[in-house]
């Protein structure tokens, strides 16, 4: 079969070779290390739920435009799951009597929307949840911006290089009531929403068609444009208090602009972008649901969480070369040779004691020329090379070889062990 001929992969999936995937779980490990820092649980709910449970909550073009939906094998629709806040609130409401709150949980796993794919957007893509249910308190909502400006810290991006912008729907709900919009609000958050992503014409024509009068949108404007009104919310200015005390202040502006969910949100909303006009769409976006166990079945119980999708934070982290560090594409720093057919079962029975002992051994499992069994090494990425020939097998000794430096020298067996495990620490923290 010519390669023209190869199948290709489904239209906006992607494939995850040792490098992309070294990336990925490098990415999972700092998701990891910042949510349980903070004291967050891993969680994981299923791939597949029923349509009905995104149709409780999630807005139309979610559930009739996006989502992956095929009938199960009894008619009824299941979905492969678009979103994980829907299972979060349907899992805690199913136990609701049984945990305690507040609850801290974070998960990362795959989704799938049915959407153009394009520039920071995919059909399958790997997201980070993480909720804190059981509190309603603007220092839920200062947790977890800390959660997010921690693990931009922790990835090396500035607040150069990000902002987080902050808002709160019940401010703006009552200041559109003070300019008059009082019956179509839903309508108007989502005009609020698209400020930035249309035309200044377009948007104005768009405020026209919604019913507002010209001085309505002139006063829409205005208010878009004041950068000190959360001074007239209670939530934000406490909140606002504890990011100064957190010291993360740097990376978190106010902007009467960011409204996000119009499904789900009831309070305070964040969102992160880059500072790269380049990269358009958000990295992460997340806000306070009060109204969601409710939707599902459940007891009313305040939460607050976000989700960051893995698609956009590692085009920006490619984009601004922050991930040039070695990331461990192979697992195995340690190379053992086989020098001949005769030789064999000693450079298995080295490679066999250093695993018992904790490292990770890599193998040639043919006798092919010496030089190209270390050639094939440095390809793969490997460290330090073994060779265990004859002169070494006769004087009980292995000769090792680093493969950056081309430094070799030829130690006792009984002290290869200890000799590169104390070379390869820093590699078994990382």
């Keep these: 079969m010519g390669k023209h001929n190869i199948i290709q992969p489904v239209k906006g999936t992607r494939d995850f070779y040792p490098e992309q995937m070294a990336i990925r779980t490098w990415l999972y490990n700092a998701v990891r290390k910042v949510s349980e820092s903070f004291g967050y649980q891993e969680y994981e709910g299923p791939y597949l739920e029923y349509i009905d449970l995104y149709a409780a909550k999630s807005g139309e073009e979610l559930v009739k435009e996006q989502s992956f939906v095929f009938p199960d094998r009894g008619g009824k629709l299941i979905a492969l799951?678009?979103?994980?806040?829907?299972?979060?609130?349907?899992?805690?409401?199913?136990?609701?009597?049984?945990?305690?709150?507040?609850?801290?949980?974070?998960?990362?796993?795959?989704?799938?929307?049915?959407?153009?794919?394009?520039?920071?957007?995919?059909?399958?893509?790997?997201?980070?949840?993480?909720?804190?249910?059981?509190?309603?308190?603007?220092?839920?909502?200062?947790?977890?911006?800390?959660v997010i400006t921690s693990f931009f810290r922790l990835i090396g991006l500035s607040s150069q290089e990000i902002i987080i912008n902050v808002n709160n729907r019940r401010l703006m709900d009552v200041q559109l009531g003070k300019i008059g919009i009082k019956k179509n609000?839903?309508?108007?958050?989502?005009l609020i929403d698209r400020k930035e992503k249309l035309k200044?014409?377009?948007?104005?024509?768009?405020?026209?068609?919604?019913?507002?009068?010209?001085?309505?949108?002139?006063?829409?404007?205005?208010l878009l444009e004041n950068k000190e009104l959360w001074h007239q919310s209670e939530e934000l200015e406490q909140f606002f208090d504890l990011i100064d005390v957190m010291g993360i202040s740097d990376y978190v502006h106010y902007d009467p602009k960011i409204i996000r969910g119009l499904d789900y949100y009831t309070g305070t909303v964040y969102e992160a972008k880059s500072k790269d006009p380049s990269i358009k769409r958000a990295i992460l976006g997340g806000g306070r649901y009060d109204n969601l166990l409710a939707d599902v079945?459940?007891?009313?119980?305040?939460?607050?969480?976000?989700?960051?999708g893995d698609v956009v934070i590692t085009l920006l982290l490619?984009?601004?070369?922050?991930?040039t560090k070695d990331l461990r594409?192979?697992?195995?720093?340690?190379?053992?040779?086989?020098?001949?057919?005769?030789?064999?079962?000693?450079?298995?029975?080295?490679?066999?004691?250093?695993?018992?002992?904790?490292?990770?051994?890599?193998?040639?499992?043919?006798?092919?020329?010496?030089?190209?069994q270390i050639k094939y090494a440095n390809r793969i990425g490997a460290k330090i090379v073994l060779i265990i020939g004859p002169d070494e097998i006769k004087d009980n000794t292995v000769t090792i070889k680093i493969l950056n430096t081309g430094e070799q020298q030829t130690i006792g067996y009984k002290s290869v062990i200890n000799y590169l495990i104390k070379m390869l620490e820093p590699d078994k923290s990382s």
């Excluded at 990362?108 to 509190?135: H, S």
């Excluded at 490619?318 to 991930?323: A, G, I």
């Design 318 to 323: 490619n984009q601004l070369q922050k991930l």
């Design 200 to 222: 200044q014409d377009a948007w104005l024509e768009y405020g026209i068609e919604l019913g507002l009068t010209t001085d309505q949108i002139n006063s829409l404007t205005n």
């Design 185 to 190: 609000k839903k309508e108007v958050f989502r």
């Design 81 to 146: 799951r678009p979103e994980l806040t829907p299972t979060l609130a349907r899992m805690v409401a199913q136990r609701q009597g049984q945990l305690t709150f507040p609850i801290r949980w974070w998960s990362y796993g795959p989704f799938w929307r049915y959407e153009r794919p394009q520039k920071g957007r995919t059909r399958e893509f790997f997201q980070w949840n993480l909720d804190l249910i059981g509190l309603a308190s603007p220092i839920t909502d200062a947790e977890i911006v800390s």
């Design 297 to 308: 079945g459940g007891n009313p119980l305040p939460g607050a969480g976000f989700a960051m």
């Design 329 to 372: 594409v192979n697992p195995a720093p340690v190379f053992v040779t086989v020098f001949d057919d005769k030789h064999m079962a000693q450079s298995f029975r080295i490679a066999d004691d250093l695993r018992k002992s904790g490292l990770n051994v890599n193998i040639y499992p043919q006798a092919i020329k010496l030089g190209k």
